[in-house]
C-alpha cells in the first residue's frame, strides 16, 4: 500500500460547482497536511497548509482533516475555470525537533477541470 | 523578486552524457530541495539540503550528486544518464524545514 493515495481523475465539474478532493494515507506519524496547486507545465504553489486535525478555510477554499479516518480533503466552493489545474495533496510527520520534517510525500495529484 | 528559478529549462540527452542542473533562489531561504516528477509517480524528493553546507539523501538519490554552492544556489548532477530519468525537474526552497515550499518552473529533460 502506497503511503498516500489520491484519485489521478480526471475530474471534470461546471463553473460554479462545489469540487471535493481527498486523500487517504497509511503513516500515523502524519502531522502537517498541504494542498498544492500544479498549473500544466509550471511548478506547484502551496495552496493551504494545515497541522494535525480539523478545518482551515481561505477564501473558496477549506482544507480538512481527519487523522482518525487518515483522510485529508480539500473543498472549492464557487469553483472558477482558473481553478483547473492538477491537485496535489503533501504531508509529512514531525522532523527531529518536533517542527515539521524536510520529507514531504506527495499524492499523485488529481487533474480537475472547471468547464464553463 | 524573482523566485526560484531553474536552468535550462529543456534538455534531451544521450544515455551516458553526464550534465548539471542549476537552481537559485532570492528569498534567503535556508533550505533547498530537488525532486522529480514522473505520470503516475507523483513528485518525488531526490536530494534536500536543509541549511548551506549540509546535503541528504531524500527518498529516490540513485545516479543523482547534488552541491550546495552558497545559501542561494543549489546543483543537481547527473554524472551518467540513463533513460529512467528522464523526468521533470523541480527545485524548491523553504524558510525552514515546516515552512512552504516554494518551487521553481521545472527541468524538462529526456535522455534518449
Known amino acids: 500500500q502506497k503511503e498516500v493515495e489520491q484519485d489521478p481523475g480526471p475530474l471534470s465539474v461546471p463553473e460554479g460547482a462545489i469540487v471535493s478532493l481527498n486523500c487517504t494515507y497509511s503513516?500515523?506519524?502524519?502531522?502537517?497536511f498541504m494542498w498544492y496547486r500544479q498549473y500544466s507545465r509550471k511548478g506547484p504553489e502551496l495552496l493551504m497548509y494545515?497541522?494535525?486535525?480539523g478545518n482551515k478555510e481561505d477564501g473558496r477554499f477549506t482544507a480538512q482533516v481527519d487523522k482518525s479516518s487518515k483522510y485529508i480533503s480539500l473543498f472549492i466552493r464557487d469553483s472558477q475555470p482558473s481553478d483547473s489545474a492538477t491537485y496535489l495533496c503533501?504531508?509529512?510527520?514531525?522532523?527531529?525537533?518536533?517542527?515539521?520534517?524536510?520529507?514531504?510525500?506527495f499524492g499523485k495529484g488529481t487533474k480537475l477541470s472547471v468547464i464553463p | 523578486n524573482a523566485g526560484v528559478t531553474q536552468t535550462p529549462k529543456f534538455q534531451v540527452l544521450k544515455t551516458g552524457q553526464s550534465m548539471t542542473l542549476q537552481c537559485a533562489q532570492d528569498?534567503?531561504?535556508?533550505?533547498m530541495y530537488w525532486y522529480r516528477q514522473d505520470p503516475g509517480m507523483g513528485l518525488r524528493l531526490i536530494y534536500y539540503s536543509a541549511s548551506e553546507g549540509t546535503t541528504d539523501k531524500g527518498e529516490v538519490p540513485n545516479g543523482y550528486n547534488v552541491s550546495r554552492l552558497n545559501k542561494r544556489e543549489f546543483s543537481l548532477r547527473l554524472e551518467s544518464a540513463a533513460p529512467s530519468q528522464t523526468s521533470v525537474y523541480f527545485c524548491?526552497?523553504?524558510?525552514?524545514?515546516?515552512?512552504?515550499?516554494?518551487f521553481g518552473p521545472g527541468t524538462r529533460l529526456t535522455v534518449l
Open positions: 528569498m534567503n531561504h535556508n533550505s
Open positions: 503513516n500515523s506519524a502524519f502531522q502537517y
Open positions: 503533501a504531508m509529512s510527520p514531525p522532523g527531529d525537533s518536533g517542527a515539521g520534517s524536510y520529507q514531504l510525500t
Open positions: 524548491a526552497s523553504s524558510v525552514a524545514r515546516d515552512g512552504e515550499q516554494f
Open positions: 494545515t497541522y494535525s486535525s
